[in-house]
Structure formats: structure tokens, C-alpha cells
């Protein structure tokens, strides 16, 4: 079942990433309207292309370590969105703030509108990459009790970088999440260009050995 935005906020937060986004979201949101400022908020999420500084080099780097487990069964479903497809979404949004509209003071889900499989994703990625899949798994509750052991033991050594694996990142990993864009799509004119199959085709010319 896709999740829309008529959800509420969580009332636990694993994590202060996710957590400092809803305040700021929350704060943008409420200054809809005040000294003639229009506004709305997008969630784009798990945004990924072929110059992508962060998630497929992290994730590329722990499969050559061999430090890549799968999180759960590996049936959970996840939403993406490319890069250039989250890009429009905002050059959408900012043509749509105008007085009276109905994207003032709303949050949007922004995704490619296509939910995929996670691990086969992963798997795809590190095939471009000339990796193989990952093959070795972890349960989900088993990942969730390593992250918060490791979350205390950063905390204790007052270590600055983060655990290799965390409570939020095995929610993320090993739980299905994917979005309904119907609102973006209907108040910000938003149309993914871009496809997942497209993007994996442009991620392939990067990653691929030359």
C-alpha cells in the first residue's frame, strides 16, 4: 500500500536525520502565507544518478569490502527518485506557487512513481558495477539490535562518524516504502521524465569498467 500525504508525522524518530527534516518541513509549511511568502515542501526521496557523490559509492564500497549483507527476506519494495527527475519537481513547484494555488502550504511526495524490489535493485546496480549480489543476510530484527548497539557504542567513544550499520538504516533497508505522487502530480504538474529502466541505462555507462 502506498503511503500519501495525508499520513502523520512519526511519534518516534530512529534517527536525527529524518527527525531535523520534519522540523524544517514543519517550519516551511507555516510560513505559507506570512509577509507575502508562498511555500510548500517536497520529499524527494533516495535520490540516485550517475554522479551521485553518496549512496551508490557507499554502497559500492561495502560490497567491494564484502561488508553487504541483505537486510531481511529481500522482498521489500522501495521508491526512488532519479535526479533530474527531482529537479524538475522542484523547478514544478516553484512555477506552482501562486496565490490561490493548491500547492501553498503542502508537503509533496516526489518519487519516479515506479517501486522496485530493493535488493534486486541493489543487485542491478552492483551487476553494472561488475559485483556480485549479495548473497549473505541478516534478519531484520537481528540488524535492528546491531544498530542500536552500535548507536551506544558510537555515543560511549563519542565517535563523530556513523556506525556501519544503524536502527534507521535497517528500517530502511529491510522494510517496504514507497509513495503515492498523485498530489505532485495533480497540483505541481510533476511527471517523471526519467525513467527507473532509462536511469539504470545512464548509471551503466558510469559505472561500467572502461
Excluded at 527531482?86 to 500547492?103: I, N, T, V, W
Aim: glycine content about 6%; charged content about 25%.
Amino acid at each position: 500500500m502506498r503511503i500519501d500525504e495525508s499520513a502523520p508525522y512519526p511519534k518516534r524518530w530512529l534517527a536525527r536525520y529524518p527527525h531535523s527534516k520534519a522540523l524544517a518541513e514543519q517550519l516551511v509549511r507555516e510560513a505559507n502565507g506570512q509577509h507575502n511568502l508562498l511555500t510548500c515542501a517536497l520529499r524527494p526521496h533516495l535520490i540516485w544518478g550517475p554522479r551521485d557523490q553518496h549512496l551508490i559509492p557507499r554502497l559500492l564500497d561495502r560490497a567491494r569490502q564484502g561488508r553487504l549483507r541483505r537486510i531481511g527476506y529481500g522482498r521489500n519494495m522501495i521508491d526512488a527518485v532519479y535526479v533530474e527527475n527531482a529537479a524538475e519537481a522542484h523547478l514544478r513547484a516553484a512555477d506552482a506557487l501562486q496565490p490561490g494555488s493548491p500547492a501553498c502550504g503542502k508537503a509533496f511526495f516526489i518519487t519516479n512513481g515506479e517501486p522496485v524490489n530493493c535488493w534486486q535493485w541493489i543487485n542491478e546496480i552492483l551487476s553494472l558495477a561488475e559485483l556480485p549480489p549479495v548473497k549473505r543476510q541478516i534478519s531484520r530484527p537481528a540488524a535492528y539490535a546491531v544498530g542500536a548497539a552500535l548507536e551506544g557504542l558510537w555515543a560511549v567513544l563519542r565517535r563523530a562518524d556513523e556506525p556501519p550499520m544503524t536502527r534507521f538504516l535497517a528500517a530502511q533497508l529491510g522494510t517496504s516504502h514507497y509513495f503515492d505522487i498523485t498530489a505532485a502530480r495533480r497540483d505541481l504538474g510533476y511527471a517523471p521524465s526519467v525513467s527507473m529502466a532509462e536511469g539504470m541505462n545512464r548509471l551503466s555507462d558510469r559505472l561500467r569498467p572502461s
